[in-house]
């Protein structure tokens, strides 16, 4: 498939209903389909702003946070923007209401069956998939330390909960010694051709050694085995490197925006 020929179907498959299939409710406001997740969060995104007057979305932007400010267990939304859409005075509307652009992330798809080869790992490595709850929390745990983020238990809270909807997602780790040194997740994405490669951490002094290339290649090969045949991820510049040589494109980019509640008397 081409690039183009990607970008079309990640446009019509994914940003729909099945972007958010763990959702407690979704709403829609023209659009937009606002979501919200277990955990306070919730998240908005959309096919296209088609219907939006350019002059408007200031005040589009408010009606959402509004939305969203009624309900006091949210603590923090994230407004999903991608590179390729036709958008002109969103970011400034978004920065306006409070909104906070994070780092943009390569939206990277491709053919599953490009990512399944044979990577030999380092002595004393291996992989596996995990379901019980002490290996998620131990996962969990290893992703906030890679990724910078203070110790809580909120994302093995959330992906415990997610394990127990028997939805398709699955987890996967590499271990040394009995420790976790990198680790993933696979969604599938019912009803569509699509499988997401996620999450994907390795420790700093394991990196390089091509132990996220074989865990990538085992998250493939079983999303392959459940009829999936395109993958996507939003990566960072740590694992963009890695899928492009598997064989998956840039199409486009995303940045997240995100608003947390302060806190004070609104």
């Known amino acids: 498939m081409t690039p183009t020929e990607l970008l079309t179907a990640y446009d019509d498959q994914l940003r729909t209903d099945a972007e958010t299939p763990s959702a407690v409710t979704v709403e829609r406001h023209g659009p937009l389909r606002l979501a919200t997740f277990i955990g306070g969060r919730g998240f908005v995104s959309y096919r296209d702003l088609k219907g939006i007057d350019p002059g408007e979305i200031g005040d589009v932007v408010g009606v959402v946070l509004d939305h969203y400010r009624a309900d006091p267990a949210i603590t923090r939304v994230e407004w999903k923007t991608r590179g390729h859409d036709h958008a002109p005075g969103l970011h400034e509307a978004l920065v306006g209401h409070g909104f906070v652009p994070d780092d943009p992330e390569s939206i990277m798809l491709g053919e599953l069956r490009d990512l399944v080869v044979d990577v030999p790992l380092p002595a004393g490595v291996t992989l596996r998939r995990v379901t019980g709850e002490a ?7 290893m992703q906030d330390e890679v990724f910078g983020d203070p110790p809580s238990d909120t994302s093995a809270v959330a992906i415990l909960r997610r394990l127990a909807l028997e939805d398709g997602m699955e987890l996967w780790v590499a271990e040394a010694d009995g420790v976790i040194v990198c680790a993933g997740r696979l969604e599938p994405v019912s009803g569509t051709d699509f499988a997401g490669i996620w999450g994907g951490a390795t ?3 394991w990196r390089g050694r091509g132990i996220y290339r074989a865990l990538t290649a085992a998250r493939a090969r ?3 085995n459940s009829g999936k045949r395109l993958a996507h991820s ?19 980019t995303t940045t997240p ?10």
């Not at 290996?135 to 745990?141: E, G, P, T, Y």
């Not at 925006?257 to 609104?266: A, I, M, Q, T, V």
């Open 203 to 205: 420790r700093p002094q």
């Open 234 to 252: 939003d990566s960072t510049e740590f694992s963009r490197p890695i899928l492009e040589r598997a064989g998956l494109v840039k199409v486009s």
């Open 222 to 224: 079983s999303a392959i």
């Open 135 to 141: 290996d998620v929390r131990s996962m969990c745990a």
């Open 257 to 266: 925006y995100e608003w947390r509640r302060s806190g004070r008397p609104e």
